[in-house]
C-alpha cells in the first residue's frame, strides 16, 4: 500500500485534514515509454472526490502503468499529473520488507489518524496551559481529528481485516503469510483508513463472496474519490460510473464514457460499428480507384485505339489525354489512402450475456481472477 503524501508525526493539522471536495488527481495529456516500448499515449482523466473511475482495456495496455502515474510513483514520460489531497494505492504484488509484519502495515495505513489524535492531545496540553493562541490550535487539530474519524479508525481496520478474512495478528510477519493472504491483509488496510482517493489494481484477487460484498460496500460509500482497474464485471457494474476505456480507439486514443457499465459497454459498440464501417468504406474507395488506374494502365500498355475510322490526327490528340487521365486516377489513389487502422480482432466481438453474481471477465468472458479460491 502507498500513500501520497505520507504523514509524520511532525505533520501539521493542515497536512492531516483530508482535502474532501476538492480532492482530485489529474493527468493531462500523459504519454509513459518504458524502455523503447510505449505504454500510453495521450492519456488525460481527472479522478475527483466523488469519482468512480473504472481504468479497462486488455492486459498490456498500461492500466497499472496509469494508477502508478497517478499515485505519483511513475513520472511520465510526456504531459503533466496534478495531485490534491492524499492518494492511497494498492498494488497486486507488496513488496515484502524483511522481518515486516502484518502491524507495520496496519500502522502505517493508521499514521494520518494517529498524528491527528497527537496533534489533537499536544493542543489540548496548550489550550490547558493556557499558552497564546491555543485555542485556535486545538480547534483545528479537533477539526482535523474529526473529519479523519481517528478515533474510530483502529477499530475500521479491525472490521475491515475480519470482513476480508485477513490476518489480525499484528505481529505475524508478512513473509510467512501467502501472496492472497497479505492482498488482503493490504487492502484491508486501505479500506479501513482510505486517503481521499483510493486507487485499487484488480482489488477483488484472492476474495471471496463475502469479501466482495464488503469491498463493493465500502467503495460505494468512500467519501473521497475511487479509480479501479478490475476484470470482475459485478464489481464494475456495482460501483463504477465512468470507464476508462485504454484498449485502441480509431484515433489512437483512450475513451472515456460515463453512465456506468451498460453505457460503456453500448458506447464501445458503437465506436466499434463507427470504425469498422469507416475502415470498410475507406477499403472500398481504395479499391474502385486502384481498379480504375489499373483500367487506365492497361490501355497504355496494349495500345489505345480510336473507334475505326478515326483519323491520326484525332488519335493522337486522345492520346495524351489518356496519360492524363491515368495520372489523375493515380493522385487520387494517392490521397485516399486509408487512414483508419484497421480494427483489432480482440474488438470484433461484444463480451459475453450477464448474469447475477457470475463472475466472469468483463472483456473475454473468461472466469476472472475474483473466481479463484482464496489462497
Do not use: I
Not at 211 to 240: E, K, P, Y
Not at 337 to 353: D, F, K, N, Y
Amino acid at each position: 500500500m502507498h500513500t501520497t503524501p505520507s504523514p509524520s508525526p511532525s505533520s501539521s493539522p493542515d497536512d492531516l485534514v483530508p482535502a474532501g471536495a476538492t480532492a482530485h488527481l489529474r493527468a493531462g495529456d500523459v504519454d509513459v515509454v518504458l524502455g523503447d516500448r510505449p505504454v500510453l499515449r495521450g492519456v488525460s482523466v481527472t479522478v475527483s472526490a466523488r469519482s468512480r473511475l473504472a481504468v479497462v482495456g486488455e492486459n498490456g495496455r498500461g492500466k497499472t502503468t496509469l494508477l502508478s502515474v497517478l499515485a505519483g510513483l511513475l513520472v511520465p514520460t510526456g504531459g503533466s499529473v496534478h495531485r490534491a489531497g492524499t492518494a492511497t494505492l494498492v498494488r497486486q504484488a507488496l513488496d515484502v520488507a524483511p522481518r515486516s509484519t502484518v502491524g507495520t502495515l496496519t500502522a502505517a495505513a493508521l499514521d494520518r489518524a494517529h498524528a491527528a489524535l497527537r496533534a489533537l492531545d499536544a493542543a489540548g496540553d496548550d489550550l490547558a496551559a493556557d499558552l497564546p493562541g491555543a485555542g485556535g490550535r486545538y480547534a483545528t487539530a479537533l477539526d482535523a481529528a474529526t473529519r479523519l474519524d481517528a478515533w474510530d479508525a483502529e477499530r475500521r481496520v479491525d472490521v475491515a481485516l475480519e470482513a476480508l478474512g485477513a490476518c489480525t495478528d499484528r505481529t505475524r510477519e508478512l513473509a510467512t503469510l501467502s501472496v492472497g493472504q497479505r492482498h488482503r491483509v493490504r487492502l484491508a488496510c486501505a479500506l479501513g483508513a482510505p486517503g481521499d482517493v483510493l486507487l485499487l489494481d484488480e482489488p477483488t484477487n484472492h476474495l471471496d463472496a463475502d469479501g466482495l460484498a464488503f469491498l463493493t460496500a465500502r467503495l460505494r460509500s468512500h467519501g473521497g474519490g475511487v479509480a479501479l482497474v478490475s476484470h470482475d464485471r459485478a464489481l464494475l457494474r456495482d460501483v463504477a460510473r465512468e470507464f476508462l476505456d485504454l484498449d485502441p480507439a480509431e484515433d489512437g486514443h483512450p475513451a472515456l464514457y460515463a453512465g456506468g457499465y451498460d453505457a460503456w459497454q453500448d458506447g464501445r459498440a458503437r465506436a466499434r460499428e463507427r470504425w469498422a464501417q469507416t475502415f470498410a468504406g475507406q477499403q472500398a474507395e481504395h479499391r474502385r480507384l486502384a481498379a480504375a488506374v489499373d483500367r487506365a494502365r492497361d490501355r497504355l500498355q496494349t495500345g489505345w485505339r480510336p473507334d475505326k475510322g478515326t483519323g491520326r490526327h484525332q488519335r493522337q490528340s486522345r492520346a495524351p489525354g489518356v496519360v492524363q487521365a491515368l495520372n489523375r486516377d493515380r493522385a487520387a489513389l494517392e490521397a485516399a489512402r486509408v487512414q483508419a487502422p484497421e480494427p483489432p480482432p480482440s474488438l470484433s466481438c461484444r463480451s459475453c450475456g450477464s448474469g447475477a453474481g457470475r463472475r466472469w471477465c468483463a472483456r473475454t468472458g473468461s472466469r476472472s481472477p475474483a473466481a479463484s479460491r482464496r489462497r
